[in-house]
């Protein structure tokens, strides 16, 4: 489950930062 969270966090964060 972490693991997962931890993924999907990071993927938000490469999409905030592609986005911006």
């Not at 489950?1 to 592609?18: D, G, P, R, Y």
Request: hydrophobic share 45%; proline share 0%; aromatic share 4%.
């Amino acid at each position: 489950a972490f693991k997962i969270l931890a993924t999907a966090h990071s993927t938000t964060m490469k999409t905030s930062v592609l986005g911006t």
